[in-house]
């Protein structure tokens, strides 16, 4: 998989503002990312929750 380095901080930037704020949840367990083929294109979908809201950012990613 090739991805940019400017747009995986850009996404997972965006995604830790959907983390929450609780210290007594470590963020890999508010944290995911996965990767997703459609006819546009592939992407990558980093996930984040602050156990109650679910936010996702995605990016395209250029691989085969």
């Given at each position: 998989?090739?991805?940019?380095?400017?747009?995986?901080?850009?996404?997972?930037?965006?995604?830790?503002?959907?983390c929450?704020?609780?210290s007594?949840i470590?963020?890999?367990?508010?944290?995911g990312?996965?990767?997703?083929?459609?006819?546009?294109?592939?992407?990558?979908?980093?996930?984040?929750?602050?156990?109650?809201?679910?936010?996702?950012?995605?990016?395209?990613?250029n691989?085969?």
């Amino acid at each position: 998989m090739n991805i940019k380095t400017s747009d995986l901080q850009k996404v997972v930037n965006l995604a830790i503002k959907g983390c929450g704020q609780n210290s007594q949840i470590p963020l890999t367990q508010l944290f995911g990312l996965r990767t997703v083929a459609t006819e546009e294109g592939n992407y990558l979908i980093v996930g984040s929750t602050d156990t109650i809201n679910y936010f996702y950012a995605k990016t395209e990613i250029n691989s085969d």
